[in-house]
Nanobody, 124 residues
Framework: QVQLVESGGGLVQAGGSLRLSCTAS????????MGWFRQAPGKEREFVAV????????YDADSVKGRFTISRDNAKNTVYLQMNSLKPEDTAVYYC?????????????????WGKGTLVTVSS
């Protein structure tokens, strides 16, 4: 079992930045590729970014490319999502995910463990 706990969500104005964190406990964090997904009200959960177990490769969804950066610190069992130039359409609950898949796109059914999510609200 892997337990994932997200933090760092909140309310921010358009153009602003937030950094989300996801701390893992349980089975060895460094064995997993880690990802971020998001789900906006009334929409399906969508892939945002993934980083391989050794942080060697990252993939981002086209909608966030150039604005969001995923990173990880295996010594701290933590994965991050730095979000810059935020837009109102980025408003969603953001979920941390542990997966055996390296990308470039992770589908929801390919996730082994989910966090409970953290809400990001971007005002216009």
């Amino acid at each position: 079992q892997v337990q994932l706990v997200e933090s760092g969500g909140g309310l921010v104005q358009a153009g602003g930045s937030l950094r989300l964190s996801c701390t893992a406990s349980g089975r060895t964090f460094s064995y997993y590729n880690m990802g971020w997904f998001r789900q906006a009200p009334g929409k399906e959960r969508e892939f945002v970014a993934v980083i391989t177990w050794n942080a060697g490769i990252t993939y981002d969804a086209d909608s966030v490319k150039g604005r969001f950066t995923i990173s990880r610190d295996n010594a701290k069992n933590t994965v991050y999502l730095q979000m810059n130039s935020l837009k109102p359409e980025d408003t969603a609950v953001y979920y941390c995910a542990a997966t055996g898949r390296p990308g470039p796109v992770i589908r929801s059914h390919e996730v082994d463990y989910w966090g409970k999510g953290t809400l990001v609200t971007v005002s216009s």
